[in-house]
């Protein structure tokens, strides 16, 4: 179950991507992007993360040693497939929401995509690194022009 649950998640968040770097940003695309895209993530995340702290599957809780107040017990949360992919899906829905919103202010601020492309590379391959990069990019245009970012 959790491995069809990881792939399917994974193939969602790529074709949002691939859509989010290539495709033209038709409003109608953004939107299904946020809302089909990063709100299934996230459905599949609230879902699955009821049903391992519910209990229903992959229980997790004190007396496994879960918490989220120690390495330990974090990693006993991650410890079963189902804690796995609801992590995974919880950075596939955040990455995907934190791109949307970099390609959204990218191109408000008149950004060529072709400097958005490598920027929103970086934030589907290492979330905060890409997020860190275009805050940078986005306050030095910025100052250039005298504007606040």
Excluded at 13 to 37: K, T
Excluded at 63 to 79: H, K, L, M, P, Y
Aim: net charge neutral; proline share 5%; glycine share 12%.
């Amino acid at each position: 179950m959790w491995d069809g649950i990881f792939g399917g998640a994974n193939i969602l968040a790529m074709i949002c991507w691939l859509a989010l770097i290539l495709l033209p940003r038709w409003p109608a695309l953004l939107s299904a992007l946020l809302y089909l895209g990063v709100g299934l993530l996230c459905l599949v995340y609230a879902v699955g993360l009821i049903s391992i702290v519910g209990g229903f599957v992959d229980p997790v809780g004190p007396d496994t040693g879960s918490n989220f107040s120690s390495i330990e017990g974090v990693r006993a949360i991650f410890a079963s497939d189902g804690g796995v992919t609801v992590g995974w899906v919880h950075y596939l829905a955040f990455d995907l929401f934190v791109g949307l919103w970099i390609a959204r202010d990218a191109d408000a601020k008149g950004f060529n995509r072709f400097v958005q492309a490598p920027i929103l590379l970086a934030t589907f391959l290492a979330g905060p690194l890409g997020l860190f990069v275009w805050l940078i990019v986005r306050e030095k245009a910025a100052r250039k022009l005298g504007r606040p970012s």
